[in-house]
């Protein structure tokens, strides 16, 4: 699986940025997707995560951005979104989407996941 973000960029605090990973062809029809962060010197978190196709198409976020950000996905386009509306400065991190086969109830955790792409810097200014 390979996994390739894009979308990263330098926005105002209350502004709005479309994060895409493009993945290998059909990896959602297999694989959960998740989108994870990571500010300088704090852990890799969790942000949200959407169920491979077929399972619902449920999402998961954390307490941190839900009403503001939004996970889906284009299965044509091999494609996961991650829309982020209303950003603040605590939201810059470097992004990373990931993809796993782990059971939904473990979406939420980063050592569940074992292809990776690479992130793409997100910046919100005061």
């Known amino acids: 699986v390979q996994l390739q973000a894009s979308g990263g960029g330098l926005v105002q605090a209350g502004g709005s940025l479309r994060l895409s990973c493009v993945a290998s062809p059909g990896t959602f029809r297999n694989f959960h997707g998740g989108w994870f962060r990571q500010a300088p010197g704090k852990e890799r978190e969790f942000v949200a995560a959407i169920s491979r196709s077929g399972y619902g198409d449920v999402s998961r976020y954390a307490d941190s951005v839900k009403g503001r950000f939004t996970i889906s996905r284009d299965n044509a386009k091999n494609t996961m979104y991650l829309q982020m509306n209303s950003l603040k400065p605590d939201d810059t991190a470097v992004y990373y989407c990931?993809?796993?086969?782990?059971?939904?109830?473990?979406?939420?955790?980063?050592?569940?996941?074992?292809?990776w792409g690479q992130g793409t810097q997100v910046t919100v200014s005061s």
């Open positions: 990931a993809v796993t086969q782990i059971l939904w109830a473990y979406v939420g955790s980063a050592h569940q996941y074992n292809n």
